[in-house]
């Protein structure tokens, strides 16, 4: 079945210690997504890529970066977590622009120690 | 400044009744609006949407009212089943290739 994966799916840092996150997809689809979504609120989007081109919004910490080397993947490093970055990423990903729908992953749940 | 609201954090509804949930928005920009549904320890999946030239669509027991002078949306569920009770997300496109959700509601149906 064609799918979103999330790598892992709970990850334990320590404060302040990089952590990578893992999303790969079978879709084939052009535009992957970051969202971050903390307890009881809506899921935030954090940033996308349109194939290549690499769309960060505006009130994104600049300790989120995100790599997408092929189509499959693509990684979101956080580089320094803070206690507040504890939440549910999620990783989803549409065909094209044209198309609304996004398919999401099962998210990596992250804890800050 | 949440641009998409889903005003009820819970909703309870007896199995086989109808189910109602609702959703606001401000931006009378976005065009195109989806309704998602997540179960525990799953990702979001897609439900159901309509444009904002209709005021109307139907999939089945699923059915989404757009009143766009209201800015306001709503999925209805007729018959409500147990395998329903999740969390409901509410999104509207908010520019090319972008979605802004609501904060969710958890349905749950009751035997």
């Known amino acids: 079945d064609a799918m979103v994966i999330q790598n892992p799916r709970y990850q334990v840092t320590q404060f302040g210690k990089p952590v990578t996150l893992s999303c790969s997809q079978t879709?084939?689809?052009?535009?992957m997504y970051w969202y971050q979504q903390k307890s009881s609120q809506a899921p935030k989007l954090l940033f996308h890529?349109?194939?290549?081109?690499?769309?960060n919004e505006a009130d994104t910490p600049d300790n989120f970066q995100s790599r997408r080397p092929n189509t499959s993947f693509c990684f979101l490093d956080i580089r320094s977590p803070g206690l507040g970055d504890a939440a549910m990423y999620l990783c989803a990903t549409s065909r094209d622009s044209q198309y609304n729908e996004q398919f999401f992953g099962p998210g990596t749940r992250l804890t800050v120690l | 400044d949440q641009q998409v609201k889903q005003n009820s954090p819970s909703l309870s509804v007896q199995e086989g009744r109808i189910s109602i949930l609702n959703c606001d928005y401000t931006?009378?920009?976005?065009?195109?609006f989806l309704w998602y549904k997540k179960y525990p320890a799953e990702g979001p999946t897609f439900l159901i949407s309509?444009?904002?030239?209709?005021d109307k669509n139907e999939d089945g027991r699923f059915t989404v009212f757009l009143n766009k002078s209201a800015k306001h949306l709503s999925l209805h569920i007729v018959p409500s089943q147990p395998g329903d009770s999740a969390v409901y997300f509410c999104a509207a496109r908010g520019g090319a290739q972008k979605l802004v959700f609501g904060q969710g509601t958890r349905l749950t149906i009751n035997p």
């Open positions: 879709l084939n689809h052009n535009v």
């Open positions: 931006n009378s920009m976005f065009d195109y």
């Open positions: 890529y349109y194939d290549k081109d690499f769309n």
């Open positions: 309509i444009s904002s030239i209709k």
